[in-house]
């Protein structure tokens, strides 16, 4: 498949040329939280054929973006991960995310797939820093059958696939209430406070989390368009 090119002399044309073709930023995203199977990205990526899911793949070894790997045991199998050239287009794209959040999200499509693995962006995106100073907590995050977790370390945070080891506190919701609450831009803490999710654990990270994670108001982005 021959590579397009903007035949441009800049920056920003050098970059697209590298991840502007469709579904290569998506493959970057769902490489961004660790190591995924070929079998792991068909899941993820549904509307991605297999022809064009290994040619994507193939386009990001070739220009340095990920790699194969083998898992450690006991899995052993055959994955791919991010080098360090597709791991600095984290930052890029969070703010795409952010961006996102505020101004192309709305209500959910009918023809939309969701994973509810995808919060785990979400989770990095939404995260107010200065809320977190001084905290040093784990919380695990159970969404219908998926569970992964945010580690936050005095205003960071590392968020990840899977279950935490000793978590300090665990949030358990729905995805139909996941969902209202990606559309209306609320926090955990408020749908714990209205019974749309529950939580359990340590008081402090609980008390903690009403200002961990915060979803920017969505905005219209035509001046007819009605205000939210």
Known sequence: MEQRTYNQYCATARTLDL?????????????????????????SLRGLGTGLL???LKHLEREGLAHKITLPPPARTPAYAL??????????????????LKWAMGERRAS???HPGWAVLGLRASFDPEAAVGLHAVYEFRI???LFHA???DGTIEALHGPAQHPDAIVTISQEAFLR?????LTFAEAIETGAASASGDEEALHRLRGL????????????????
């Open 19 to 43: 991840i502007g073709e469709r579904w290569t930023l998506l493959l970057i995203r769902e490489l961004l939280t660790g190591p995924k199977r070929y079998g792991d990205l068909q899941a």
């Open 54 to 56: 290994a040619a994507r």
């Open 83 to 100: 080098t360090e050239a597709g791991e600095e287009l984290g930052p890029a794209i969070l703010e795409l995310a952010r961006w996102g």
């Open 112 to 114: 939309e797939t969701f």
């Open 144 to 146: 219908d059958d998926e």
């Open 151 to 153: 580690r936050i370390d």
């Open 181 to 185: 609450l990606t559309g209306q831009g």
């Open 213 to 228: 994670f915060r979803l920017p108001t969505p905005h219209a982005r035509k001046l007819d368009q009605a205000s939210p």
